[in-house]
Structures are given as structure tokens and as C-alpha cells.
């Protein structure tokens, strides 16, 4: 039961509520494995972007969007930009 229901990508109790007719079926894609090292790294990287963010909303809030801000807030659309491609890269995998 237990490699059933990890081939389907779902824990076993919703495999065995299935199967008693409790809940209905639904066949959802199972979520990819990744590397934990991976997936730190893409937290870490999302923590210091929210920091650089925090930053710009507030010195755009003060006023100083001088010539380091403005660079800033491209450069964060160029990554936003590239992270978006990557996930529809990913998604045609």
C-alpha cells in the first residue's frame, strides 16, 4: 500500500480513504524529488531578494530613488525576469 501510494505521489491515508471510498479520487502529478541542497539555496536566495525589496519599497517611500535605487529595482526585474523563464522551462519538463 505504502508503494502505491508513493508512486502516486500521495501519503498512504489518502491512498486508503480512496480505496474505502471515503473521499474521491483525485490524481494530482506527483511533486517532483529535489535536492534539499537545492532548495536551501533557492531560500536563502528568496531571503536576501525580500531584504533587497524591503530596502528599495522603502527608500522609494522616503524619496531617495536616486541613481543605486533605480539600478537596483532593474535588476531585480531582469532576475524576476530569469526565474520566470526558468519555472516555464521547468513546467515543459
Not at 508513493?6 to 474505502?20: D, F, K, M, Q
Not at 536566495?45 to 533587497?52: K, P, R, S, T, V
Request: glycine share 6%; with cysteine; net charge positive.
Amino acid at each position: 500500500m505504502r508503494a502505491k501510494a508513493e508512486a502516486a505521489g500521495l501519503p498512504a491515508a489518502t491512498l486508503l480513504r480512496e480505496a474505502l471510498g471515503l473521499t474521491e479520487a483525485r490524481r494530482r502529478k506527483p511533486v517532483p524529488r529535489v535536492d534539499p541542497a537545492l532548495v536551501l539555496a533557492v531560500g536563502r536566495i528568496g531571503g536576501n531578494l525580500n531584504q533587497i525589496a524591503r530596502w528599495l519599497n522603502r527608500a522609494m517611500l522616503v524619496g531617495h530613488t536616486d541613481l543605486d535605487s533605480l539600478t537596483v529595482a532593474r535588476r531585480l526585474l531582469v532576475i524576476e525576469r530569469q526565474l520566470a523563464q526558468l519555472l516555464e522551462e521547468a513546467r515543459r519538463c
